[in-house]
Structures are given as C-alpha cells and as structure tokens.
C-alpha cells in the first residue's frame, strides 16, 4: 500500500464486489463532497441544487456494487463529445469534464461502456460523472467506505491510501 495524492501519476477507483455491502454511502459522501455547502445535514435537509453522484450502486440478487467512471485509457467519451467538454488532465490522465463548454448533446452518456455518465438537468442541461473528487484531493467514496469495497490504486495495481 502506498500513501499519495492524485497528481502523483494515474490513479483510478475500483470497487470489490465481495465486500460491497450496500449501504450506499459511497453515494452519499460523494454527493456530499460535490455539494455546495458540503455539509450532509443542509444537504439533506434541502439544499439546492442538489448534485448527482459521480458513484451509482447497482444491486442483482445478492450481489451489491458500485459503479463510477474508470477514466479509461482509450476512452470513448473524449472523441464522442463534439463541445470539447470532455479532457484528460494531462498530469494525472483523469478524464474530465467541464460544464461550461458542455452543450447538453448526451454523446458522452451514449457511448461510455459502462453507463456511469449521466445526465444532470439540475441547473444547465449538462453531462455529469466522476472527477475523482479534484477539489478534496482524495475520492470521498474510497475514503467514506466502511468495508473498503471501494478503493484507490495506482498504474501499477498497488492500493493508495490517503496522506495523514
């Protein structure tokens, strides 16, 4: 395991199905993480626009996990979107988007293999998908995992843990 933030090289998110419980809280912090206020309380008691989450559980008969953008290496996404909305970060390869330059087309969410961008009519008819929570440093999901079914790795499959 190694300890580190994102702009050390590519990271992505993976989750471990075997021990996803279902609890959603990867959902929760991570809509909390993209809040306005960041606080779980005023989000829930209200708060608006309330922001989509970057991670959607998903559940099959007994079996429960989460899914959220794997920031692919090829991915179909930067060449669908005809705004120029959708980057990679050249530093830390994440795939991005921005909502200013998206047109609300849904080309991304057309072709994304695993189905993990959205839709978000919430103020501008806008794509919506994981950023690996940019703001914060460290994916609110991975950190707010009480099974740690939901972890960080790095290009080499090593677990990353958060710095302190």
Known sequence: MRRGS???????VIVREEYCMGCRLCEIHCIT?????????K???????????????EERGPT????????????????????????RDPI??????NRE??????MCIMVCPYGVIKADHSEKKVAS??????????????ENCPNEAVILID???RRVLKEG
């Open 43 to 57: 989000l829930f008691k209200g708060e608006e626009p309330k922001p989509l989450s970057g991670i959607y559980f």
């Open 92 to 97: 830390t390869k994440r795939v991005l988007h």
């Open 101 to 106: 330059k998206c047109v609300g087309c849904w």
């Open 129 to 142: 998908k994981c950023d690996l929570c940019i703001e914060a440093g460290f994916p609110a999901c991975v």
């Open 64 to 87: 429960s996990f989460a899914l959220q953008c794997r920031h692919c290496d090829d991915a179909p996404c930067l060449e669908a979107c005809i705004g120029g909305a959708m980057y």
């Open 155 to 157: 290009q080499y499959g």
């Open 6 to 12: 994102l702009v050390e090289g590519i990271k992505r």
């Open 33 to 41: 993480q993209h809040s306005k206020s960041k606080n779980i309380l």
